[in-house]
C-alpha cells in the first residue's frame, strides 16, 4: 500500500467499520519504516474529524486482581447494549522481553468472539513512551472504525499507569478483598490517579473482607485531595466473575463523563493530553534518531565507559552525543 490514494482509500474503508482496513491501519501506525510513517500522519490527519467521541477508560490492578475477567465481562455487557467496545493493552514487560499479550485473546473469550469488539495488544518492542504512542493511534483508529468505547488495559505497572492515565477520560482501579496487605502496597501515585477503586472479587466468601477492604480504600482516599472540584472518587464492590455491581460501576463512569463535560473540564482534559502526546511523540523520535544512527551507536559504548570511569562529566557527553545526533 503505497500513495496518497491507497492512504485515501484506507481511511475511507476505516471509516465505513471495515475491521481488514482496521488492522491494516494498526499494522501501519506500529510500522518503523519512514515511509509507513508519512502514510501513517496523513491517516491519522484524514480520520481526525471521527475521533474524539469515545468513552475512554483505562484500567489497572495488581497480578491476580481480575483485570481480564472484569474487562471480559464488562465489555460484553456494553456490547448487549448496543455499544462497539476496543480492548487495547499497554505491556511494558514485552519491552523487555520480546514477547507480546496474546493471551489477552484467551483470556477474554466472550468479547474475542463478539463482533462488536475488537481485542489489541501493544507492540512487542520500543520503549514505554513508544508503546504509549501506538495504544494513542491505536485508540484513534479503532474510534475512527466507530468503537465508541475504548477500554485501556495497563498489564505492567509504575510508568504505565501515568502513560495510561494520561490517554484515557476516566482511570480505574481494581483491588482485592482484604486491604490489610493490599493496602501497604498501594503506591500513592496510583491513588492520586484513580478516577475510582472497584473492590473485585466481592462475592460469596469475599464478600466480607470485600466490604472491609472497600472501607479502608475509602478512608486512604478520604486523606488525598482530589484532583477535581467535580468528582471525588468513589469506591464500589464488584465480581467481574458474577457479573456483580458492573452495571452500577458503569453508571458511575458515565456519570464522571456527564458531570466532566457540563464543567468543560473534559475537554480541557482532552486538549492537555493532545499535547502531552504531541510531547511524547518528540521525545520518542529523537531517541530513534540516537538509536538509528550507527556512527553513534558504535561511539556509545566507550563514551558510557569514560562516564561511568569519572573520565568525562555526564552534562559534556550528553552535549556530545547531541551534537553527534545533529540535535546540539
Same mark, same amino acid.
Not at 45 to 72: E, F, M, N
Not at 136 to 147: D, N, P, V
Not at 234 to 259: C, D, F, Y
Given at each position: 500500500?503505497?500513495?496518497?490514494?491507497?492512504?485515501?482509500?484506507?481511511?475511507?474503508?476505516?471509516?465505513?467499520?471495515?475491521?481488514?482496513?482496521?488492522?491494516?491501519?494498526?499494522?501501519?501506525?506500529?510500522? $518503523?519504516?519512514?515511509?509507513?510513517?508519512?502514510?501513517?500522519?496523513?491517516?491519522?490527519? &484524514?480520520?481526525? =474529524?471521527?475521533?474524539?467521541?469515545?468513552?475512554?477508560?483505562?484500567?489497572?490492578?495488581?497480578?491476580?486482581?481480575? $483485570?481480564?475477567?472484569?474487562?471480559?465481562?464488562?465489555?460484553?455487557?456494553?456490547?448487549?447494549?448496543?455499544?462497539?467496545?476496543?480492548?487495547?493493552?499497554?505491556?511494558?514487560?514485552?519491552?523487555?522481553?520480546?514477547?507480546?499479550?496474546?493471551?489477552?485473546?484467551?483470556? +477474554?473469550?466472550? #468479547?474475542?468472539?463478539?463482533?462488536?469488539?475488537?481485542?489489541?495488544?501493544?507492540?512487542? *518492542?520500543?520503549?514505554?513512551?513508544?508503546? &504509549?504512542?501506538?495504544?494513542?493511534?491505536?485508540?484513534?483508529?479503532?474510534? &475512527?472504525?466507530?468503537?465508541?468505547?475504548?477500554?485501556?488495559?495497563? @498489564?505492567?505497572?509504575?510508568? *504505565?499507569?501515568?502513560?495510561? *492515565?494520561?490517554?484515557?477520560?476516566?482511570?480505574? @482501579? #481494581?483491588?482485592? =478483598?482484604?486491604?490489610?496487605?493490599?493496602?501497604?502496597?498501594?503506591?500513592?501515585?496510583?491513588?492520586?490517579?484513580?478516577?475510582?477503586?472497584?473492590?473485585? $472479587?466481592?462475592?460469596?466468601?469475599?464478600?466480607?473482607?470485600?466490604?472491609?477492604?472497600?472501607?479502608?480504600?475509602?478512608?486512604?482516599?478520604?486523606?488525598?485531595? =482530589?484532583?477535581?472540584?467535580?468528582?471525588?472518587?468513589?469506591?464500589?464492590?464488584?465480581?467481574?466473575?458474577?457479573?456483580?455491581?458492573? $452495571?452500577? +460501576?458503569?453508571?458511575?463512569?458515565?456519570?464522571?463523563?456527564?458531570?466532566?463535560?457540563?464543567?468543560?473540564?473534559?475537554?480541557?482534559?482532552?486538549?492537555?493530553?493532545?499535547?502531552?502526546?504531541?510531547?511524547?511523540?518528540?521525545?520518542?523520535?529523537? +531517541?530513534?534518531?540516537?538509536?538509528?544512527?550507527?556512527?553513534?551507536?558504535?561511539?556509545? =559504548? &566507550?563514551?558510557?565507559?569514560?562516564?561511568?570511569?569519572?573520565?568525562?562529566?555526564?552534562?559534556?557527553?550528553?552535549?556530545?552525543?547531541?551534537? +553527534?545526533?545533529?540535535? *546540539?
Amino acid at each position: 500500500m503505497t500513495g496518497p490514494a491507497s492512504t485515501a482509500s484506507l481511511a475511507t474503508a476505516l471509516m465505513d467499520g471495515d475491521r481488514a482496513a482496521l488492522a491494516r491501519a494498526i499494522t501501519l501506525v506500529e510500522s $518503523k519504516r519512514a515511509d509507513h510513517r508519512a502514510q501513517a500522519r496523513d491517516l491519522l490527519q &484524514a480520520i481526525l =474529524p471521527k475521533t474524539g467521541h469515545a468513552i475512554r477508560v483505562g484500567v489497572t490492578g495488581v497480578p491476580g486482581v481480575g $483485570k481480564s475477567t472484569t474487562i471480559d465481562m464488562l465489555g460484553s455487557n456494553l456490547t448487549e447494549a448496543g455499544h462497539k467496545v476496543a480492548v487495547l493493552a499497554v505491556d511494558p514487560s514485552s519491552t523487555r522481553t520480546g514477547g507480546s499479550i496474546l493471551g489477552d485473546k484467551t483470556r +477474554m473469550q466472550k #468479547l474475542s468472539a463478539d463482533r462488536n469488539a475488537f481485542i489489541r495488544p501493544s507492540p512487542s *518492542s520500543g520503549t514505554l513512551g513508544g508503546v &504509549a504512542a501506538r495504544t494513542r493511534e491505536t485508540m484513534l483508529l479503532c474510534e &475512527a472504525a466507530g468503537f465508541d468505547v475504548i477500554l485501556v488495559e495497563t @498489564v505492567g505497572i509504575g510508568q *504505565s499507569e501515568t502513560a495510561v *492515565s494520561d490517554m484515557t477520560d476516566f482511570f480505574l @482501579v #481494581l483491588m482485592l =478483598p482484604g486491604a490489610g496487605d493490599e493496602l501497604q502496597g498501594i503506591k500513592k501515585g496510583v491513588l492520586e490517579l484513580a478516577d475510582m477503586i472497584a473492590v473485585n $472479587k466481592a462475592d460469596g466468601d469475599g464478600a466480607t473482607r470485600a466490604r472491609a477492604a472497600a472501607a479502608e480504600y475509602r478512608a486512604a482516599l478520604h486523606i488525598l485531595a =482530589p484532583a477535581s472540584p467535580n468528582w471525588s472518587p468513589p469506591v464500589v464492590l464488584i465480581s467481574g466473575l458474577a457479573n456483580q455491581g458492573l $452495571k452500577e +460501576m458503569w453508571e458511575k463512569i458515565v456519570e464522571h463523563r456527564t458531570r466532566f463535560i457540563a464543567s468543560g473540564e473534559f475537554a480541557a482534559r482532552r486538549r492537555a493530553q493532545d499535547v502531552k502526546w504531541m510531547w511524547a511523540m518528540i521525545e520518542d523520535r529523537l +531517541m530513534g534518531r540516537l538509536r538509528d544512527d550507527r556512527a553513534l551507536r558504535a561511539r556509545l =559504548p &566507550a563514551i558510557e565507559q569514560d562516564v561511568a570511569e569519572g573520565r568525562l562529566a555526564a552534562t559534556a557527553a550528553a552535549e556530545d552525543v547531541l551534537a +553527534m545526533a545533529g540535535l *546540539s
